[in-house]
């Protein structure tokens, strides 16, 4: 009779690479925006997927561009007159964090067609800037943002841009 190898039932599961939220984690050039990716529950799911059903592409900006910014993200977008409840700081915070998450990953910068994002009506495109350095290196988000880094997780990429994509 041949002997079956005991299995450990209890033993933790090992992922060979981190997931977006391991990634943001330790990455605290973006802390800022991820502590405001946190407090929406599906986006902070998806993060922390291992599943391999859900790939993301996201477009965090820096510490510095957050900051940096007239109106903070719970704010609302620029000339919104409404009062701003728990409610509503809450939708816009959604709506902000979304606007940086491609629901597929990878994606290729130089296709010619925008990417939509998890905002409905709210797309990414890239231009190509320069010839130099890495892919990533070369190229700008909506005309006009820098990519200043790029980190790979299991569940999808991290572009870490110096700037805020509008809502």
Request: glycine share 4%.
């Amino acid at each position: 009779m041949v002997e079956q190898p005991s299995v450990d039932h209890y033993a933790p599961e090992r992922i060979s690479e981190p997931t977006l939220a391991d990634l943001l984690t330790v990455h605290t050039i973006a802390s800022i925006w991820y502590d405001y990716a946190r407090e929406v529950e599906p986006v902070s799911l998806r993060l922390s997927d291992t599943s391999g059903t859900s790939k993301s592409t996201l477009f965090v900006p820096v510490n510095k561009a957050i900051m940096a910014l007239h109106r903070k993200p719970h704010q609302g977008p620029e000339g919104d007159r409404v009062e701003i409840t728990d409610d509503k700081a809450k939708d816009n915070v959604e709506r902000w964090v979304s606007a940086h998450i491609v629901p597929i990953a990878p994606i290729d910068l130089s296709s010619q067609h925008p990417y939509p994002t998890l905002l409905d009506g709210h797309h990414v495109s890239f231009t190509r800037e320069s010839e130099g350095g890495a892919e990533w290196e070369q190229y700008v988000v909506n005309e006009n943002i820098r990519i200043v880094n790029r980190a790979h997780a299991s569940n999808g990429d991290i572009y870490f841009v110096d700037g805020v994509l509008d809502v």
